[in-house]
């Protein structure tokens, strides 16, 4: 494994020759941009750029010429942050018992003040975008900037010209062809999606096909998995979620009737709600409006480009369906749609404008929901005290301008990292999705011939949030387990369809907090994931209510998309314990006292006390999370033997702590226990 960490450090460095002699690095000829009006805004920004270059990433794609009728883009420009590192510090003293912060919640006006872009440099960056008329949007952390309009607009505003690019695996994007050039300095620190890159996140979500079904539903009904994994238990204490505001950042639109149904069809009780938050920025500049808009009605399924077609997203039905068992529990859906995004050549022709592509909607605009749930925690609001984020990609991306670390290493000063820092402050508990793709979370399965070394999903190993895996659970009627837990990977075979995303980052530092027996063995110092598991594989996957305006229908799904929002709802039930516990809440400062912050720092300590270990968490000891591939073609393996599985870790090799269900699954009633001691 060390050998392994070794050559992908090495293809790091390597690549930044390619970058600057394929992405242009500073060179050729670029157009060179007039500032509308002819003129200047004054900033209090030292950092003051005029060029960003390709990060070494964009090395691995190819550009394959010039596109043409692109409707429109959209980018997030990030202006220099007064203290970027400083919100990075912030968040892990808040997160630290041992530190004098600990707990000392910030709200959205603290951070920026403290923290963001000075209001000068917001508001100049903006005006300059503004100026060639591009929409410019913002929000009060201001962490970034959300810039909008056609690509000319964005030639003239950043110097250059835009081209298609090929990745490795063949999806198409496109970008800048080479370094950005602005027409003054300016205090930008990058542009993090300056390449458009509609498949760089992934649903994590997986249909089943067959296997264990329960009296003619398919799948586990939500008392299924209450009773399996100690929700019943917690329930009885009196802890079901109830003042807990639950969180998802929505991968697209939902169908409010599915969730009704879904608790009328189970009867499953609780007066959990569901509400719609659309991503709203505000006018950033003088002039030009913002770019978000609330998104256009859910349809039924069809094909045609939006507004007219916008088609429930199934992923955003588990999500939020999974979410109730916090039966009590306030669930806030967040939800962006930016209109003239319209960046994914070659399909339908997109609204309003005509050109290439299709609106985004959810998943591609998801900055946009993540600042409006940093946003939405401020004085005398209600926002979010837990997200799940049911998506990831390669943590090696694409699409970064950087004025500074060309070679792609961590940097957590970037948008992401700054995002999950702000809302870590503010002691939100972020739980994402560690990947369907075993240890392999750089290779794309259902393209045929593609295979990448080992690597892990991000935002998965973000420092600030809790990387959840997935399980194999077969459990009978009643819930009750049939036999052991185990990885959810290769040994259910093709019907399984994929695999807990776990494994090493290349390059993302190893938080203090995790450590312990069979952790600190592991070679290198960099983040591990995941962090604990939950239901995972589709054999034993949930039911769920699809459709119920257009005909309703239950699915059997899998994939850590369900691990999770199953996650993020027991900590709900904890949370309200810690609400009801004066002892625990009276160490919480701010609106919401209560608030633990981000749980993985209390996952290990649980793990690193024997008996807190032994009484919450199910430890796995058998399987592998390697993906037999062909399970993950759009029409399955072919008849005869299976394939190899791809490589995978093996959960057999220690007691404790492993790469493919990291400490192991949790019960809630004893979580709860563990954690805050009632």
Request: aromatic share 8%; net charge negative; charged share 10%.
């Amino acid at each position: 494994m060390k050998s392994t960490l070794q050559s992908a450090r090495r293809l790091l460095a390597a690549s930044l020759i390619a970058a600057l002699t394929a992405c242009g690095g500073g060179g050729g000829s670029h157009p060179t941009p007039v500032i509308p009006g002819g003129g200047s805004n004054t900033t209090t920004s030292s950092a003051l750029v005029s060029t960003l270059v390709p990060n070494a990433n964009l090395a691995k794609a190819t550009q394959a010429g010039q596109p043409t009728g692109i409707d429109g883009i959209v980018m997030h420009v990030i202006v220099s942050m007064k203290d970027a590192r400083g919100l990075a510090d912030y968040a892990r003293g808040a997160n630290d018992p041992g530190d004098a912060r600990y707990r000392q919640w910030l709200n959205a006006t603290q951070i920026g003040d403290r923290f963001g872009a000075s209001p000068s440099d917001y508001k100049a960056v903006a005006n300059y975008f503004a100026g060639y008329g591009l929409k410019v949007g913002g929000f009060k952390a201001r962490l970034g900037l959300t810039v909008a309009g056609s690509q000319k607009a964005f030639e003239n505003a950043l110097g250059t010209t835009f081209v298609a690019y090929r990745a490795p695996d063949g999806r198409a994007m496109y970008g800048p062809s080479g370094s950005i050039h602005f027409a003054k300095p300016l205090p930008v620190s990058s542009i993090d999606n300056a390449v458009a890159d509609p498949s760089r996140f992934r649903r994590a979500f997986v249909r089943g096909t067959g296997g264990q079904s329960t009296g003619g539903i398919a799948g586990n009904t939500p008392q299924q998995v209450a009773t399996a994994f100690d929700f019943i238990g917690a329930y009885s204490a009196g802890y079901s979620g109830a003042g807990i505001n639950l969180g998802i950042i929505g991968t697209g639109p939902i169908l409010q009737h599915d969730f009704s149904s879904f608790k009328t069809l189970f009867g499953l009780g609780g007066a959990a709600t569901l509400t719609q938050v659309n991503a709203q920025t505000h006018a950033a500049a003088d002039t030009g409006g913002s770019p978000t808009a609330t998104p256009p009605p859910t349809t039924g399924p069809c094909n045609a480009p939006l507004p007219g077609c916008n088609p429930e997203d199934v992923e955003a039905q588990i999500d939020t369906e999974q979410a109730a068992l916090a039966r009590d529990a306030n669930i806030l859906f967040y939800l962006a749609y930016v209109p003239t995004e319209c960046s994914t050549p070659g399909q339908a022709t997109c609204a309003p404008g005509g050109g290439l592509g299709v609106p985004y909607i959810g998943l591609n605009e998801d900055d946009d929901s993540l600042q409006q749930a940093i946003d939405d925690n401020d004085t005398g609001s209600n926002g979010p005290d837990i997200l799940s984020l049911s998506y990831g990609g390669s943590e090696l991306g694409y699409g970064s301008f950087v004025a500074t670390n060309p070679l792609g290493q961590w940097d957590p000063t970037a948008l992401k990292p700054s995002e999950f820092a702000a809302l870590s402050s503010e002691g939100v508990a972020v739980f994402v999705a560690s990947g369907d793709a075993g240890a392999e979370a750089c290779a794309r399965p259902r393209v045929p011939g593609q295979v990448d070394s080992l690597c892990v999903q991000y935002p998965a190993g973000d420092p600030n949030v809790t990387s959840v895996g997935g399980v194999t659970v077969p459990i009978n009627n009643a819930g009750q387990l049939m036999g052991p837990i185990t990885v959810w990977g290769e040994q259910t075979g093709a019907d399984g369809g994929g695999a807990s995303g776990g494994g090493i980052s290349l390059f993302i530092p190893r938080p203090n907090w995790q450590k312990g027996a069979g952790i600190d063995s592991v070679s290198g110092s960099t983040r591990l994931q995941p962090d604990v598991s939950l239901l995972a594989d589709p054999l034993t996957g949930v039911a769920t209510v699809i459709n119920t305006d257009f005909g309703q229908s239950i699915g059997r799904f899998g994939g850590t998309s369900v691990a999770a929002p199953e996650m993020a709802a027991m900590w709900a039930l904890v949370l309200q314990a810690c609400k009801n516990s004066a002892s625990c809440a009276g160490r919480g400062t701010g609106s919401r006292p209560f608030r633990l912050g981000s749980a993985a720092p209390y996952f290990y300590s649980v793990y690193n006390n024997s008996a807190k270990y032994a009484s919450a968490f199910y430890d796995v000891t058998f399987g592998i999370n390697g993906v037999i591939g062909c399970a993950q073609q759009p029409y399955g393996c072919p008849p005869g033997p299976l394939p190899t599985p791809g490589p995978g870790y093996d959960a057999s090799l220690g007691v404790g702590y492993d790469m493919s269900t990291g400490i192991g699954v949790p019960f809630a009633r004893h979580l709860i226990q563990a954690v805050v001691g009632v």
